[in-house]
């Protein structure tokens, strides 16, 4: 039986830090799907179809990431997708508090969902969708922190903003 795993998230916009977790994931897992949250409660910047199309091209060459996005309880899009492990990154302390409380109220809805953590990559542990909108809107570098293929589309969206 093949091992799927959802790798949820805003990826508002994708960044390195995710692409690290995707790969790495996708090393791992027979099928790995990215799950681009729809009701995360913050306002995001790019729309759904702009964030679905950013993780599609900068995932392009992994033949087994799919991106999609889900509503309502993870979970539930999990059993639906027939996966049984849930992905997430960590980067710092900072992070755990919150993925801890998340992981174990995820386990009493659904025991046979499993939450796997991956620990980030060292050279991207400060970095974060809303550091990139920062930093792109200040007018500052964004190499390295996004892949090239996406840096135009970021980089006026986010200065368009300012205007
Ligand atoms: P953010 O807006 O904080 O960048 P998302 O909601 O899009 O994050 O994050 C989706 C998942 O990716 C979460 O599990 C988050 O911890 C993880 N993640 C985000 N940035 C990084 C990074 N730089 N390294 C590793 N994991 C990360």
Redesign the pocket.
């Known amino acids: 039986m093949s091992k799927i795993a959802v790798?949820?998230?805003?990826?508002?916009p994708v960044?390195?830090?995710?692409l690290?977790?995707i790969t790495r994931a996708a090393g791992v897992f027979d099928q790995v799907i990215v799950g681009v949250?729809q009701n995360?409660g913050k306002q995001p910047l790019f729309n759904m179809d702009e964030r679905v199309q950013m993780l599609k091209n900068v995932t392009s060459n992994l033949p087994n990431v799919i991106i999609d996005c889900f509503d309502g309880l993870l979970v539930n899009y999990c059993d639906k997708q027939k996966a049984t492990v849930i992905?997430?990154?960590?980067?710092a302390v900072s992070?755990f508090e919150y993925?801890f409380q998340m992981a174990l109220m995820n386990y009493k809805l659904s025991p046979h969902i499993e939450t796997l953590f991956?620990m980030?990559?060292s050279k991207?542990?400060?970095?974060?969708?809303?550091m990139v909108k920062e930093i792109g809107r200040l007018g500052g570098s964004l190499d390295d922190l996004i892949p090239p293929s996406i840096m135009t589309q970021v980089f006026n969206k986010v200065n368009d903003l300012g205007r």
Request: charged share 20%; aromatic share 12%; hydrophobic share 25%.
């Open positions: 790798y949820p998230g805003s990826f508002d960044t390195n830090g995710h690290d977790i949250l995360s992905i997430k990154g960590l980067r992070d993925e991956m980030t990559n991207y542990s400060y970095l974060s969708s809303s």
